[in-house]
Protein backbone atom coordinates (compact mmCIF):
# COMPACT_ATOMS: atom_id res chain seq x y z
CA UNK A 1 0.00 0.00 0.00
CA UNK A 2 1.17 3.86 0.01
CA UNK A 3 3.23 5.41 2.47
CA UNK A 4 4.78 8.26 3.59
CA UNK A 5 8.32 8.16 5.27
CA UNK A 6 9.47 11.80 6.64
CA UNK A 7 12.51 12.45 8.64
CA UNK A 8 12.19 12.18 12.01
CA UNK A 9 12.34 15.10 14.31
CA UNK A 10 12.12 17.89 16.47
CA UNK A 11 14.02 19.86 14.08
CA UNK A 12 15.58 23.26 15.67
CA UNK A 13 16.67 26.03 14.13
CA UNK A 14 17.62 29.59 14.28
CA UNK A 15 15.97 31.84 12.90
CA UNK A 16 16.27 32.70 9.58
CA UNK A 17 17.89 29.36 8.76
CA UNK A 18 17.41 27.13 5.77
CA UNK A 19 15.31 24.62 6.29
CA UNK A 20 15.00 21.01 4.81
CA UNK A 21 12.38 18.61 5.97
CA UNK A 22 12.83 15.44 3.75
CA UNK A 23 9.79 13.04 2.25
CA UNK A 24 9.83 10.60 0.60
CA UNK A 25 6.84 8.59 -0.50
CA UNK A 26 5.56 5.00 -1.85
CA UNK A 27 2.82 4.96 -4.11
CA UNK A 28 1.32 2.19 -6.71
CA UNK A 29 0.42 4.88 -9.00
CA UNK A 30 0.72 8.54 -9.83
CA UNK A 31 -0.41 10.12 -6.63
CA UNK A 32 -0.74 14.08 -5.76
CA UNK A 33 1.50 15.56 -2.80
CA UNK A 34 0.92 17.45 -0.02
CA UNK A 35 2.15 19.39 2.46
CA UNK A 36 0.43 20.18 5.89
CA UNK A 37 1.11 22.35 8.90
CA UNK A 38 -0.33 21.93 12.41
CA UNK A 39 -0.06 25.38 14.99
CA UNK A 40 -0.40 24.16 18.35
CA UNK A 41 -3.83 23.46 19.36
CA UNK A 42 -5.06 23.42 15.68
CA UNK A 43 -6.50 21.66 12.89
CA UNK A 44 -3.83 20.63 10.04
CA UNK A 45 -3.63 23.51 7.20
CA UNK A 46 -2.74 22.53 3.61
CA UNK A 47 0.35 24.56 2.76
CA UNK A 48 1.01 23.86 -0.49
CA UNK A 49 0.64 20.72 -3.04
CA UNK A 50 2.27 19.10 -6.31
CA UNK A 51 0.22 17.12 -8.84
CA UNK A 52 2.60 15.70 -11.03
CA UNK A 53 6.34 15.10 -11.58
CA UNK A 54 8.58 18.04 -11.83
CA UNK A 55 5.66 20.37 -10.45
CA UNK A 56 6.79 22.73 -7.44
CA UNK A 57 4.24 23.91 -4.89
CA UNK A 58 4.81 26.98 -3.46
CA UNK A 59 2.90 29.35 -0.30
CA UNK A 60 4.58 31.27 2.20
CA UNK A 61 7.68 31.42 1.38
CA UNK A 62 7.78 27.21 1.53
CA UNK A 63 8.48 25.18 -1.67
CA UNK A 64 8.35 21.32 -2.37
CA UNK A 65 9.51 19.45 -6.04
CA UNK A 66 7.94 16.55 -7.19
CA UNK A 67 10.31 14.23 -8.02
CA UNK A 68 9.07 10.92 -9.46
CA UNK A 69 12.74 9.67 -9.91
CA UNK A 70 13.35 9.76 -6.32
CA UNK A 71 9.63 9.48 -5.16
CA UNK A 72 10.65 12.52 -2.68
CA UNK A 73 8.66 15.68 -1.74
CA UNK A 74 11.09 17.68 0.23
CA UNK A 75 9.86 20.85 1.72
CA UNK A 76 12.24 23.73 2.00
CA UNK A 77 12.05 27.34 3.22
CA UNK A 78 15.12 29.92 2.60
CA UNK A 79 14.64 32.15 5.61
CA UNK A 80 12.57 30.43 8.60
CA UNK A 81 10.85 32.98 11.14
CA UNK A 82 9.83 31.77 14.57
CA UNK A 83 6.25 31.42 13.69
CA UNK A 84 6.94 28.93 11.77
CA UNK A 85 7.38 26.20 14.49
CA UNK A 86 4.67 23.69 13.86
CA UNK A 87 4.45 20.26 12.89
CA UNK A 88 4.58 19.45 9.51
CA UNK A 89 2.79 16.74 7.64
CA UNK A 90 4.00 15.43 4.15
CA UNK A 91 0.55 13.18 3.04
CA UNK A 92 -0.68 11.68 -0.67
CA UNK A 93 -3.40 10.95 -2.71
CA UNK A 94 -4.32 8.17 -5.64
CA UNK A 95 -7.10 9.41 -7.65
CA UNK A 96 -9.89 6.94 -5.55
CA UNK A 97 -13.13 7.53 -4.35
CA UNK A 98 -12.44 6.78 -0.86
CA UNK A 99 -10.02 10.35 -1.36
CA UNK A 100 -8.00 9.57 1.72
CA UNK A 101 -4.63 11.20 2.48
CA UNK A 102 -1.79 8.75 3.92
CA UNK A 103 0.14 10.82 6.08
CA UNK A 104 3.60 10.88 6.90
CA UNK A 105 4.16 10.80 11.28
CA UNK A 106 4.94 14.56 11.20
CA UNK A 107 8.26 16.76 11.63
CA UNK A 108 8.28 18.76 14.09
CA UNK A 109 9.93 22.12 13.38
CA UNK A 110 11.14 24.55 16.44
CA UNK A 111 12.74 27.88 15.36
CA UNK A 112 14.26 29.96 17.60
CA UNK A 113 15.13 33.69 17.94
CA UNK B 1 -15.70 32.72 7.38
CA UNK B 2 -15.33 28.65 6.28
CA UNK B 3 -14.69 26.44 8.71
CA UNK B 4 -15.13 22.69 10.06
CA UNK B 5 -16.45 22.98 13.59
CA UNK B 6 -15.91 19.80 16.04
CA UNK B 7 -17.28 19.99 19.62
CA UNK B 8 -16.42 18.65 22.21
CA UNK B 9 -12.72 19.52 22.37
CA UNK B 10 -11.92 18.02 24.77
CA UNK B 11 -13.75 15.02 26.52
CA UNK B 12 -12.89 12.51 29.42
CA UNK B 13 -14.77 9.40 29.81
CA UNK B 14 -15.12 5.65 30.68
CA UNK B 15 -14.85 3.02 29.02
CA UNK B 16 -18.16 1.58 27.46
CA UNK B 17 -19.87 5.29 27.80
CA UNK B 18 -21.63 5.93 24.58
CA UNK B 19 -20.67 9.31 23.02
CA UNK B 20 -20.78 11.38 20.26
CA UNK B 21 -18.57 13.60 18.30
CA UNK B 22 -20.06 16.30 16.38
CA UNK B 23 -18.93 17.97 13.42
CA UNK B 24 -19.90 20.52 11.06
CA UNK B 25 -19.09 22.50 8.10
CA UNK B 26 -20.66 25.84 6.29
CA UNK B 27 -18.55 25.38 2.85
CA UNK B 28 -21.20 23.05 1.02
CA UNK B 29 -18.31 20.50 0.77
CA UNK B 30 -20.17 16.96 -0.73
CA UNK B 31 -16.93 15.17 1.42
CA UNK B 32 -16.48 14.45 4.50
CA UNK B 33 -13.79 12.76 6.53
CA UNK B 34 -12.77 11.83 10.32
CA UNK B 35 -9.22 10.94 11.27
CA UNK B 36 -8.02 10.57 14.12
CA UNK B 37 -4.17 11.31 15.01
CA UNK B 38 -1.52 9.49 17.42
CA UNK B 39 2.04 10.14 18.54
CA UNK B 40 4.47 8.58 15.70
CA UNK B 41 1.59 7.20 13.19
CA UNK B 42 0.48 10.90 11.85
CA UNK B 43 -3.50 10.83 10.78
CA UNK B 44 -5.11 7.66 9.67
CA UNK B 45 -8.86 7.74 8.50
CA UNK B 46 -11.59 6.47 10.33
CA UNK B 47 -14.56 6.90 8.29
CA UNK B 48 -15.59 9.28 5.26
CA UNK B 49 -18.30 10.17 3.11
CA UNK B 50 -18.69 11.30 -0.56
CA UNK B 51 -22.51 13.01 0.23
CA UNK B 52 -25.94 12.79 2.02
CA UNK B 53 -26.29 8.68 3.08
CA UNK B 54 -23.30 7.87 1.74
CA UNK B 55 -20.67 6.51 4.42
CA UNK B 56 -18.11 3.60 4.16
CA UNK B 57 -15.08 2.97 6.15
CA UNK B 58 -11.25 4.29 6.04
CA UNK B 59 -8.25 2.38 7.22
CA UNK B 60 -9.41 2.16 10.94
CA UNK B 61 -13.34 2.00 11.51
CA UNK B 62 -13.60 -0.36 14.25
CA UNK B 63 -15.13 0.75 17.44
CA UNK B 64 -16.58 3.66 15.55
CA UNK B 65 -20.30 4.13 13.52
CA UNK B 66 -20.71 7.55 11.25
CA UNK B 67 -23.80 9.24 9.88
CA UNK B 68 -24.51 11.72 7.31
CA UNK B 69 -28.24 12.67 7.51
CA UNK B 70 -27.36 16.29 6.16
CA UNK B 71 -24.98 17.57 4.28
CA UNK B 72 -23.28 20.20 6.58
CA UNK B 73 -23.20 17.26 9.71
CA UNK B 74 -21.13 14.03 10.04
CA UNK B 75 -20.74 13.22 13.71
CA UNK B 76 -18.81 10.17 15.11
CA UNK B 77 -20.27 7.85 16.95
CA UNK B 78 -18.07 5.58 19.70
CA UNK B 79 -20.76 3.23 20.84
CA UNK B 80 -18.79 1.33 23.94
CA UNK B 81 -15.02 3.21 23.71
CA UNK B 82 -12.05 2.01 25.16
CA UNK B 83 -8.89 2.71 26.29
CA UNK B 84 -7.62 2.27 22.55
CA UNK B 85 -9.48 4.84 21.16
CA UNK B 86 -7.79 7.42 23.48
CA UNK B 87 -6.60 9.70 20.40
CA UNK B 88 -6.84 12.80 19.05
CA UNK B 89 -9.61 13.35 16.69
CA UNK B 90 -10.23 15.64 13.60
CA UNK B 91 -13.09 16.16 10.95
CA UNK B 92 -11.91 17.42 7.70
CA UNK B 93 -14.16 17.87 4.39
CA UNK B 94 -12.76 18.66 1.31
CA UNK B 95 -14.03 20.09 -2.47
CA UNK B 96 -11.46 18.52 -4.40
CA UNK B 97 -9.21 15.49 -3.55
CA UNK B 98 -6.51 15.69 -0.97
CA UNK B 99 -7.33 19.49 -0.12
CA UNK B 100 -9.10 18.91 3.59
CA UNK B 101 -10.39 21.29 5.53
CA UNK B 102 -10.04 20.79 9.33
CA UNK B 103 -11.52 21.26 12.93
CA UNK B 104 -9.41 21.85 15.37
CA UNK B 105 -9.48 18.79 16.84
CA UNK B 106 -11.38 16.81 19.69
CA UNK B 107 -8.85 15.42 22.06
CA UNK B 108 -10.55 12.09 23.82
CA UNK B 109 -9.54 10.09 26.65
CA UNK B 110 -10.91 6.98 27.88
CA UNK B 111 -10.43 5.98 30.88
Known amino acids: GDSVTQMEGPVTLSEEAFLTINCTYT??????LFWYVQYPGEGLQLLLKATKADDKGSNKGFEATYRKETTSFHLEKGSVQVSDSAVYFCALTEDTGRRALTFGSGTRLQVQP | EAQVTQNPRYLITVTGKKLTVTCSQNMNHEYMSWYRQDPGLGLRQIYYSMNVEVTDKGDVPEGYKVSRKEKRNFPLILESPSPNQTSLYFC??????????FGEGSRLTVL
Open chain 1, 27 to 32: ATGYPS
Open chain 2, 92 to 101: ASSLEAGELF
